[in-house]
């Protein structure tokens, strides 16, 4: 089991920056990717950007460049670091998590989301 705690969110201008925390209840590299996901409204929920346990970072066409991910191992947390936030990065952001203990299972976890608004 995995618990998962976003902070950080919250109302920014645009241009402005924001920076997310998720903070895992184990220690982050015995989890085998952690996932920033966010769903603005009317939209489904779309992959923002990911980090292994190796370390390897993915981020989706729309916030590269613009959004970081980063992790402290020592305090179990993964970061996103946001820039240049425009009006379409309005939306609750989630942190997931995956497990693979074993060839035949994935456990799957969610945080609760934060929101974050980008408005003048």
């Known amino acids: 089991q995995v618990q998962l705690v976003e902070s950080g969110g919250g109302l920014v201008q645009p241009g402005g920056s924001l920076r997310l925390s998720c903070e895992a209840s184990r220690n982050i590299l015995r989890i085998d990717d952690i996932t920033w996901y966010r769903q603005g409204p009317g939209k489904e929920r779309e992959m923002v950007a990911g980090i292994s346990s190796g370390g390897t970072t993915k981020y989706s066409d729309s916030v590269k460049g613009r959004f970081s991910i980063s992790r402290d191992v020592a305090k179990n947390t993964v970061y996103l670091q946001m820039n240049s936030l425009k009006r379409e990065d309005t939306a609750v952001y989630y942190c997931?998590?995956?497990?693979?203990?074993?060839?035949?299972?994935?456990?799957?976890?969610w945080g609760q989301g934060t929101q974050v608004t980008v408005s003048s």
């Open positions: 997931n998590a995956i497990v693979v203990p074993t060839v035949e299972a994935r456990l799957e976890f």
